[in-house]
């Protein structure tokens, strides 16, 4: 089964019983979501809706949900026990921050895609930007990532 949500109006979405899911889509944010960054419900229900998808094998996110889980101030992601492929794409904006949470919740992933999000390839980097070195390395990273593709 697949699974895909496309949503720049930020409704609260609840899944359940998505346990037979394979490959999910997830795009939700706008690409100005720093003017409504101090909205923690969207943070939360972004985190909501990732926990309904936390049995997927492959998993999608947009530069705008990126975005969304960069600002968050904490991280309620799900274990990704399944995933295997990650493929994320990135604004150039707070999407880096969450890149070691995402990577440190996916135990089994074998194969990471980094993409730049061509839709907003005017953004320019800026200092919210700068990468923020981990405290820890993420599991996956020394056990079983076999291919990143940037």
Same mark, same amino acid.
């Given at each position: 089964e697949e699974f895909s949500i496309d949503d720049q109006c930020f409704r609260h979405h609840v899944l359940k019983g998505m346990s037979s899911l394979v *490959?999910?889509?997830v795009n939700v944010g706008v690409s100005y979501f720093r003017k409504i960054q101090h909205m923690p419900n969207y943070f939360d229900w972004t985190d909501e809706l990732l926990q309904g998808l936390a049995s997927v094998r492959f998993l999608y996110l947009s530069g705008c949900t990126m975005d969304v889980l960069g600002m968050a101030d904490h991280h309620n992601l799900p274990q990704f026990s399944n995933l295997s492929c990650l493929q994320i794409r990135v604004l150039n904006y707070f999407a880096w921050n969450a890149l /070691?949470? @995402? @990577?440190? %919740?996916? /135990? %089994? $992933?074998?194969? @990471?895609? $980094?993409?730049?999000?061509?839709?907003?390839?005017r953004a320019k980097f800026n200092k919210d930007s700068i990468w923020h070195q981990p405290? $820890?390395?993420?599991?996956? =990273?020394?056990? *079983? =990532?076999?291919?990143?593709?940037?």
């Open positions: *490959t999910a889509k /070691p949470s @995402l @990577l440190q %919740n996916a /135990p %089994n $992933l074998k194969v @990471l895609v $980094l993409k730049k999000d061509r839709k907003h390839w405290q $820890l390395v993420p599991g996956c =990273l020394s056990k *079983t =990532l076999y291919e990143i593709e940037i």
